[in-house]
């Protein structure tokens, strides 16, 4: 397990000291972020021909799914963030701030390359010095829960002899402000406004968050299922998500189904296992998904849009799963043949002093 793994998402912990229940819930959350860049950037854009009832059930699902997906990604990043965010200034500042934003602006120079060629793919991309210079400092690109990693480890550094309710409670009315159009949120900085409560809620309710999904029984899943299915209908028929301080409710409830859920799949070995090998290498997947799959568009899309209606039927029930599935093969595949400098610091910047003295006390004589 190579340090970029180990410090995707904000945990310097060894593997075995990891948290299966977190790693499988991490696992799902960047799962349904591919499956929801599929539905909504490919398969919601081909020209289906047939019937649409199976393509509005897809649409509905991961619509359903919104409250859940970032919120929970943000949530378990908080959790193992615990320790990082008592170290040092720093250390904070080059093992998370600088990493975080370091990759994100890598990682933006090679987007906005790739989606150059494919102009008509449904995301945001630079198409000029000025957008660019926008999306690394200001608006953050589809790249942005890098972004938001960077400025919530400063955010929860600086605030950690506040007391928590009032940090979480600011960070609340920022999510809820946001949530409502009350401030303006053009391309992606609504996500930034609305997660910082999550990453911190992570943070500062460990323990709780321990005991739920230890506690995870399929009574408390249903129990939890049920106000959250509520909650969705009362959005969904009162078009609600711009109520002040609902949309965050919603996703509180989403995270705590998540964390049940995640503690009852660890029951299931090969399931859990599967799923939190995923979730340990979320990383390559979350960076280089778009544009794989922005190339796959425009691949498929022609041929698609042309098919037969018996390859239109089958397509639009299996696409999306199986297109999901393929893009995160690919992407892991792709990962172990890239250089490493893409996904970590280089020159070991990113190690914390008491990783690289972990290190030298475990590693054998001949390599010291």
Not at 130 to 140: E, G, H, N, R, Y
Not at 181 to 192: C, E, I, S, T
Request: net charge positive; aromatic share 12%; charged share 15%.
């Amino acid at each position: 397990m190579s340090m970029a793994d180990a410090t995707a998402e904000g945990t310097e912990m060894p593997e075995r000291n990891r948290v299966a229940w977190a790693d499988v819930a991490k696992g799902v959350c960047i799962l349904l972020v591919v499956l929801w860049h599929v539905l909504m950037k490919h398969y919601l854009q081909i020209d289906w021909h047939i019937g649409g009832q199976v393509k509005g059930a897809w649409g509905t699902f991961g619509e359903q799914l919104l409250p859940l997906r970032m919120p929970l990604f943000f949530a378990v990043s908080g959790f193992f963030a615990v320790r990082a965010v008592q170290r040092t200034w720093p250390e904070v500042l080059r093992a998370k701030v600088a990493k975080f934003y370091y990759l994100y602006a890598v990682w933006l120079i090679i987007h906005t390359a790739i989606l150059a060629f494919v102009p008509d793919f449904g995301t945001e991309s630079a198409d000029g010095p000025l957008k660019f210079v926008a999306q690394l400092f200001i608006t953050p690109s589809n790249l942005w829960y890098l972004y938001a990693l960077a400025l919530y480890f400063l955010i929860a550094r600086a605030t950690r002899r506040v007391p928590p309710w009032i940090v979480l409670g600011l960070a609340f009315l920022l999510s809820a402000t946001a949530s409502a159009g009350l401030v303006p949120v053009p391309g992606d900085r609504a996500g930034v406004y609305q997660n910082l409560v999550f990453f911190l809620a992570g943070i500062y309710g460990k323990t709780l968050i321990e005991q739920l999904a230890a506690q995870a029984s399929w009574l408390r899943l249903v129990m939890i299922a049920a106000p959250y299915a509520v909650l969705l209908a009362v959005v969904a028929l009162f078009d609600a998500k711009t109520w002040f301080g609902l949309w965050p409710l919603v996703s509180g409830v989403a995270i705590l189904l998540g964390v049940t859920a995640a503690g009852l799949v660890t029951r299931w070995e090969r399931l859990s296992n599967g799923l939190a090998s995923i979730g340990r290498r979320t990383l390559p997947i979350y960076v280089i998904h778009m544009p794989v799959l922005a190339l796959i568009h425009e691949a498929l899309l022609k041929p698609l849009s042309s098919a037969s209606p018996t390859i239109q039927l089958v397509t639009q029930i299996v696409e999306p799963v199986v297109l999901t599935a393929f893009v995160a093969w690919l992407c892991l595949l792709l990962y172990k043949y890239l250089p490493k400098a893409l996904f970590e610091l280089p020159f070991g910047l990113g190690v914390s002093r008491s990783a690289q003295a972990a290190h030298r006390r475990t590693a054998p004589a001949s390599t010291r």
